[in-house]
T-cell receptor, first 113, second 112 residues
């Protein structure tokens, strides 16, 4: 069975500082991996996805993520955080893009001025 | 291009009452998903449709939940009767041919 762990429930970061959100997955084959962001009262917006190829994936809003098969990780990074990045971030894994997605519990990011 | 549309956005009902949620996917998307997101957790799949066919409903509590997608476009998810534990956000998503899933804003259900 597939599973996703996001070890950090909350992260507080100063505006302009770098951000890294951790994601570890469990899946028997090559996974399809996603990062979504959810602002309060909103649905999930896709930040980026990894299916195959280059293990460093660029997404929207200046985010990037790196797939590391040896560590079963897909960590999300942003070099300089903006106040508008305050939201909840979800990592997800699927057997294929259109199949069921299994989500982690989410990491809530707070941005200090 | 319009995104996934859901209605209502909020619903408050008393336990044992019925409730229904509606979803209109992105135009042309043949795959539709219903997820439930409990407070402080990630979404969990309830049911997945390929056109009119429910291809994965293993997580749908069939004693009280039902769903339909009669014409392979919009979909309705129903709960009857609702229980206190059904309070959650119900998210609809759609995709084209098994590609990336795009989510709607969700319906926040509160059962009193």
């Amino acid at each position: 069975a597939q599973s996703v762990t996001q070890p950090d429930i909350h992260i507080t970061v100063s505006e302009g500082a770098s951000l890294e959100l951790r994601c570890n997955y469990s899946y028997g084959a090559t996974p399809y991996l996603f990062w979504y962001v959810q602002s309060p009262g909103q649905g999930l917006q896709l930040l980026l996805k990894y299916f195959s190829g280059d293990t460093l994936v660029q997404g929207i809003k200046g985010f990037e993520a790196e797939f590391k098969r040896s560590q079963s990780s897909f960590n999300l990074r942003k070099p300089s955080v903006h106040w508008s990045d305050a939201a909840e971030y979800f990592c997800a894994v699927g057997a294929a893009a259109g199949n069921k997605l299994t989500f982690g519990g989410g990491t809530r990011v707070l941005v200090k001025p | 291009e319009a995104g996934v549309v859901q209605s209502p956005r909020y619903k408050i009902i008393e336990k044992k009452q019925p409730v229904a949620f509606w979803c209109n996917p992105i135009s042309g998307h043949n795959t539709l998903y219903w997820y439930r997101q409990n407070l402080g957790q990630g979404p969990e799949l309830l049911i997945r449709y390929e056109n009119e066919e429910a291809v994965d409903d293993s997580q749908l509590p069939k004693d009280r939940f039902s769903a339909e997608r009669l014409k392979g476009v919009d979909s309705t998810l129903k709960i009857q009767p609702a229980e206190l534990g059904d309070s959650a956000v119900y998210l609809c998503a759609s995709s084209l041919g098994g590609d990336t899933q795009y989510f709607g804003p969700g319906t926040r259900l509160t059962v009193l």
